[in-house]
C-alpha cells in the first residue's frame, strides 16, 4: 500500500506493533447507514505522547474525553478509519506483531468497504473469536515450564526436632543458636545471580518490547528485610508476547486461570536484579511514556540504598499516574499538544 504521509523507520514501526498488541483495538463497522463498512483502529490513553506521533504519521482523529470520576485523568483518544491509511498501518507494523497478528491477517485479507454484509458479518465474528481465544496449558508450548506448586519444606536435620527447616536445613530456632555458637559454614556469594547475559536479539525485537511494556508493562519498586528489589511483570490472556520476552530475559511464567466467563491469565514476571536492569537499558532508547521512570531508576537505583533515599524514588516515580482530588478543567487539544511538546 503505498501513503502519501511520511513513514516511520523499522524500529519505530515495531514499537507501534509492540504498542498496538498490548493497547490498541482493531474492529470492522457499518457506514452509510449499512451501504458500506469500515475498519476503525483506536486507542485510549491518558498519556498522549505516543498519540500524537502516531497522529504525525498516519493522521486519523484525535479527542479528549473527559472522565466521570475525580481520581481518573483526561483520557486521548486516537481514531484511524480510512482504510487506505488503515492498511498502510496495519501492513507497517504486521511483520513485528504477535498477539494479534491473526486479526492484523484477516483483515488485510478479507476486507473492502463494499464487501457483502454476510461476509462483513463472518469477519466481524471472526475478529470476536481470535479475540477470545482460550489460554490453557495446552496452547503453551512444549518447551515453557511453569513453576510447580510449593512443595512442603524439610525438616530441621537436627534429631529430635520437628520444625521446618528454614537456612543451612537447620529451622530458624537451631539456626540462630549456630550462628551464635560460630559454627555454621561460611556462605559462598551466589554469583550467578550478579550476571546477566541475553541471547543476540535485533533492535526491532527491543523496539516491540518497548512498545508493549508502555502499554501494558509495570515496575515494582519495594524494600524486603534491608535490601530494595525491583521486579517487572505482565498479565495477559494471549501468550504470544510472553514468550518472546521469555525466551529472551528468563524470568518465571505462571498460569493463572479464572472461573468463566473470565478467561486465564499468563502472567510473566522478572525478578532477577541484573536481568531486569538489562531489561530496562534495551528498552530505554525506544521509550516514550515510560522514559522518565525508566530514567530514574536506571539513574538512582541501588539495591542498598536507606529507607529515605528508596522511599523518595517510590514517590518520584508514582508522581503524576494518578490525580486525585477535583477534577481539573478540561484544555483544549492545541494546549494539549503545546504542552506536550514545547
Known sequence: MISPLPRPDADRCAYYA?????????????????????????FGQ??????QQLHSFYRGTLSQIRRQRVNWRDQTHWTLTRFN????????????LGEKRDQVEAVLARFSTRMLAADARRLIRDLKRMKKVALTKRRLP?????????QKLPRCEIKGCKRDARAQRLCTLHYQRARAADVLPALQPNRSAMTFTRPEVATTELAYFAGYFDGDGSVDLRRKSATWHLAIAFNQTRPEALLRLHAVYGGTLQLREKHPPRRHQLKWALTKREAVLAFLRDVQPFLLEKRREVALLLER?????NET?????VAELCRGRTTRGRRSQPRSLDALVSAQNP
Not at 491518558?46 to 498519540?51: Q, R
Not at 491509511?85 to 513485528?96: G, K, N, Q, S
Not at 533515599?309 to 524514588?313: I, N, S, W
Open 142 to 150: 512444549t518447551g515453557v515450564k511453569l513453576p510447580r506448586l510449593p
Open 46 to 51: 491518558t498519556n498522549p505522547i505516543v498519540l
Open 301 to 305: 537505583y541501588r539495591p542498598t540504598m
Open 85 to 96: 491509511v488503515v492498511a498502510c498501518f496495519l501492513e507497517d507494523i504486521r511483520p513485528y
Open 18 to 42: 509492540g504498542y498496538f498488541d498490548a493497547e490498541g483495538s482493531l474492529g470492522v463497522f457499518p457506514a452509510n447507514a449499512g451501504r458500506s463498512w469500515c475498519t476503525r483502529i483506536s
Open 309 to 313: 533515599a528508596g522511599q523518595a524514588l
